[in-house]
């Protein structure tokens, strides 16, 4: 079994065992902790889970819409069979539609239908989050000028969270923040999320900021160092607790796999030219071996 298998079981137990039960505006219960930490060293291995199938592809590739294409259009994943952002694209008259769980007069939360008007120029996308603020702040470029130029700087800091976006993002950004270093010739980073759907989200999430690591690491001639990665509100939604179940006994008695390997084509020397077609040409990942896939619900 992967360290990442150990490591993502061992909080899903934990919060099975330790959480609490809590409304949200999505209708549907959670149970919750208010905080967790992993630490991962990437130059022992590549995390991506071993014990459910986790479709990397899909990781990778909206990682590279945030980071590298740097848009928030939704129809740029599509082109690439990734649907995962589908259910938070507005739509062609620049409204959002969902039904959400929202305080009545009295506190109490009750489903309503949410429209939201982010205006026409807006059609196809998730308003201005994630790889809109990238783009407007330049943090990529930013951040790898100073990894380059300036390597002892501590204020090596990428940001997707800015206030004055907020209302007119779709879904504010859940991983938010990242800080990096570079110590003893090799790049690490602190990764920080707000809200943290356990089953589905943070698979993702840490195998693409690792990706991304490896990435940043490669274009600048350093080696990947460590993943920090912290969780405010770690969660499993209520209809997600039997395919938990289910990882869980897979890792308590399915046989070991190992962790994959991650390719990086070494040809590429700047980060804006790796292919970031479906193909994803530059990037694999390698003896990938997984029990399965595990169908996990989305709440919005």
Not at 79 to 97: A, L
Not at 270 to 280: A, E, I, T, W
Request: glycine letters at 6%.
């Amino acid at each position: 079994m992967s360290k990442f298998d150990k490591e993502y079981l061992k909080l899903c137990k934990k919060i099975l065992e330790d959480g609490v039960e809590v409304e949200n505006r999505t209708g549907t219960n959670t149970i919750k902790i208010p905080g967790y930490e992993f630490e991962f060293d990437l130059g022992e291995e590549f995390p991506i889970l071993t014990t459910k199938q986790l479709f990397f592809k899909n990781a990778i590739t909206e990682m590279l819409w945030i980071y590298q294409a740097q848009s928030n259009d939704v129809r740029w994943l599509q082109e690439r069979n990734n649907h995962i952002w589908d259910e938070w694209e507005v739509q062609e008259d620049g409204k959002w539609y969902a039904n959400q769980m929202l305080p009545d007069e009295n506190g109490n939360l009750v489903k309503k239908e949410v429209v939201k008007d982010f205006g026409s120029e807006y059609a196809h996308t998730i308003g201005t989050a994630y790889g809109w603020i990238v783009n407007r702040y330049k943090l990529i470029d930013n951040l790898l000028d100073t990894i380059k130029n300036n390597p002892t700087d501590r204020r090596m800091v990428m940001s997707l969270w800015q206030n004055e976006w907020l209302k007119t993002a779709v879904l504010p950004s859940c991983v938010w923040s990242s800080e990096w270093d570079v110590t003893d010739g090799k790049l690490n980073a602190w990764v920080h999320q707000r809200s943290c759907d356990v089953p589905l989200g943070l698979p993702f999430n840490i195998t693409q900021y690792s990706v991304l690591l490896y990435l940043l690491a490669h274009v600048t001639g350093l080696k990947p160092g460590k993943l920090y990665w912290s969780i405010k509100d770690a969660h499993i939604y209520v209809n997600q607790i039997d395919g938990i179940k289910e990882q869980i006994r897979r890792g308590e008695e399915l046989p070991d796999l190992p962790a994959p390997e991650l390719w990086i084509n070494p040809e590429i020397k700047d980060f804006y030219d790796f292919d970031n077609s479906k193909d994803l040409k530059d990037i694999k990942v390698l003896k990938y071996q997984h029990h399965g896939k595990i169908n996990f619900p989305i709440s919005q």
